[in-house]
């Protein structure tokens, strides 16, 4: 058998993913008068594998104190 008899399959697109990053920073000071920041981050990913969709969110905090 040839290549050149094998007929030609259509190859799918790749599942599609999104990304979408968001930052939530809260400052706020104590009785000392000293400065806290706080920022929270947060990456949320969305992908379509074989029709579903599946929505991951991950966080991460940091924590300065000026």
């Known amino acids: ?3 050149a008899d094998v007929p030609a399959v259509p190859i ?10 968001y930052t939530k920073t809260v ?3 104590d009785a ?6 706080n920022e929270v981050h947060y990456i ?6 074989k ?4 929505e991951i969110t ?3 905090t940091r924590s300065f104190l000026v």
């Open 58 to 60: 991950r966080t991460s």
């Open 27 to 29: 400052v706020t000071t």
């Open 44 to 49: 949320t990913t969305t992908y379509d594998f």
């Open 1 to 3: 058998m040839r290549v």
């Open 32 to 37: 000392n008068g000293r400065t806290r920041i």
């Open 12 to 21: 799918p697109p790749p599942p599609r993913t999104d990304q979408d990053k």
């Open 51 to 54: 029709g579903t969709l599946k």
